[in-house]
């Protein structure tokens, strides 16, 4: 009898607490049914709801049940979630989840943030104006590197102070933010001197402003691959196209990511002494990277980042052996990684020509029953060695599109620090764009814009073939066979996208009779006619065809 009047005492308290708490659980409910419904409702219920959870915990009861809304993109039958369960939109350290059957992260996660961080930098950004808004600018940051909205609004006011020379201090910017209807937006007066009194020192400034940089890269990486996830979803008309401005967002990310340190007045001085020092010596005299012909460097003062130089001719005028020659020179013989895409020919033959024109061995003689001497096999031997050593990488994919090429220079550079990226030859490549399918012209413009912006990305400079049209061999008398910028072949953008454009020609090629082609023999031209920081005018040249070889001619050509 006791034990039956126990139980019912229990079923009655237990009955009036529902009761008591039913308004609590209703608003739970629905609220989680809207937040579900409706993700613009979600952040204006996620506090209330937390609140709801937070008051019905501290009556210190778990047992009662939150009946749950499916949620649109369900299909199964509503389920139960016990009172001390945690909502998608709870905080971490709020009320635990019960083990269930889910593994995976909560869609409703926030995003990766550091509040505490923030603040600190802000405390120490309005404690000491002077030092740690300049540190800031410095470092880069910026109203968006904050995950809290009212944080970054009070960066930018506290930046348009310190740039403007008004006085960053307490009363003063509390009033500021009052006049123009910002203060509650920031949080009201206590939220201002919550901050303000933050961060008891700044001693730890770097290390936190560093935390909020982090944080902001992390979500960064989030957007861009739920944007990239999303778009993948709805199927993009060209694929290549997408894949490559995935990856260009990715790098863009990491490129934000990086400062650049200031150089200061002592470590400028020493860098301009060890110039002159090696100008002095004749160890340097130009500011890029030197091709290995004499004439051409002084015109252009080297091959510098991130200039696009195209070198045009005909067909057999020698275009790759050139390209090839000053490829040779920058990574063999100065030791500077470099890049070649070669639509043309495969990675053996170019490694075959690479070997034997440095061991200055004509390999002809080979198939003429000729036995390499000793110190034809040393210099081979050498030229090999060298070769080997060196930081040359070539990719001989045919018809390479200029998505593909773009991605994997970007890679290379990244892995290997690539100097310099050289392409054989630019009418050889294709674009995989829908506006490019019916338009050859429009193609080129599209290849040639594309490897200007690669250049222009990685701060390289980029060394491009071109096939020119059959304009010089239309000409007559002294102008027969001699090119101009008007001959490029299928797009006036080549012209346009190039910093420098070289037009390479051998009278020989032209010569009418015999005499004139012994006279010819040999002699080369490469007619610089665009170069953007200098001057134009004719360099000549020497071809040995049996070495595949240009080299300089002793003649000093006056410049226009």
Not at 168 to 184: F, G, I, S, Y
Not at 304 to 322: E, H, L, N, Q
Not at 327 to 344: D, R
């Amino acid at each position: 009898m006791l034990e039956d009047e126990s139980d019912n005492e229990k079923e009655t308290a237990q009955d009036r607490l529902q009761r008591q708490n039913f308004p609590i659980l209703a608003s739970f409910t629905v609220l989680r049914g809207l937040a579900h419904s409706n993700t613009d409702i979600l952040t204006r219920a996620g506090s209330f709801a937390e609140a709801i959870l937070q008051a019905y915990s501290q009556m210190g009861t778990s047992n009662f049940i939150l009946p749950l809304h499916p949620t649109p993109f369900s299909d199964h039958a509503p389920s139960t979630l016990m009172a001390d369960d945690q909502p998608p939109f709870a905080k971490k350290n709020g009320p635990k989840l019960q083990d269930g059957s889910k593994s995976k992260r909560d869609e409703l996660t926030p995003p990766p943030h550091a509040v505490g961080p923030e603040k600190s930098v802000l405390s120490s950004m309005i404690q000491d104006p002077e030092e740690y808004i300049g540190r800031a600018i410095e470092g880069s940051l910026t109203p968006s590197h904050f995950y809290v909205p009212s944080h970054g609004k009070l960066f930018e006011v506290l930046v348009d102070h310190f740039e403007n020379g008004k006085t960053v201090e307490l009363v003063a910017l509390t009033q500021h933010l009052m006049d123009r209807d910002l203060l509650n937006t920031i949080g009201g007066p206590s939220a201002i001197t919550e901050i303000y009194t933050y961060a008891p020192t700044a001693a730890h400034f770097d290390s936190h402003l560093a935390i909020v940089k982090e944080k902001y890269i992390l979500r960064n990486i989030i957007k861009s691959c739920t944007e990239s996830i999303t778009t993948a979803y709805d199927d993009p008309e060209d694929v290549q196209e997408f894949l490559d401005s995935v990856e260009q967002k990715v790098l863009e990310i990491r490129e934000s990511a990086e400062t650049t340190e200031e150089m200061n007045v002592k470590s400028a001085v020493v860098e301009v002494m060890k110039y002159f020092e090696e100008f002095l010596a004749g160890d340097r005299g130009i500011t890029g990277m030197s091709t290995g012909y004499g004439e051409l460097d002084k015109m252009c003062n080297g091959l510098k980042a991130p200039d696009m130089f195209v070198i045009a001719a005909r067909p057999s005028m020698g275009k790759t052996s050139f390209m090839m020659n000053v490829i040779e020179h920058i990574a063999i013989t100065s030791g500077k990684p470099a890049m070649v895409f070669s639509c043309e020919m495969s990675t053996v033959q170019i490694v075959q020509r690479l070997v034997f024109s440095r061991a200055r061995f004509q390999f002809q003689k080979l198939t003429k029953g000729y036995h390499p001497n000793k110190g034809d096999l040393e210099r081979i031997k050498q030229a090999s060695a060298e070769i080997s050593s060196s930081k040359l990488f070539i990719d001989d994919t045919a018809g390479i599109s200029i998505n593909d090429l773009r991605a994997k220079a970007r890679r290379k550079h990244r892995d290997e620090g690539i100097s310099v990226i050289a392409i054989d030859y630019l009418q050889l490549m294709r674009s995989t764009s829908k506006q490019a399918t019916n338009s050859r012209e429009r193609e080129i413009a599209e290849i040639s814009g594309g490897l200007k912006a690669l250049a222009k990305e990685l701060n390289v400079p980029v060394i491009v073939l071109a096939q020119l049209n059959r304009g010089p061999e239309g000409r007559t008398g002294s102008s027969l066979g001699v090119p101009r910028m008007s001959d490029l072949r299928e797009s006036g953008s080549i012209e346009q996208d190039a910093d420098m454009v070289g037009l390479l020609y051998r009278k020989v090629y032209y010569a009418e009779n015999q005499e004139d082609r012994e006279e010819d023999d040999g002699e080369a031209e490469l007619v610089l006619a665009k170069n953007r920081n200098g001057p134009t005018g004719s360099i000549p040249l020497t071809f040995i065809p049996d070495l595949m070889r240009f080299e300089t001619r002793s003649f000093s050509p006056e410049p226009n």
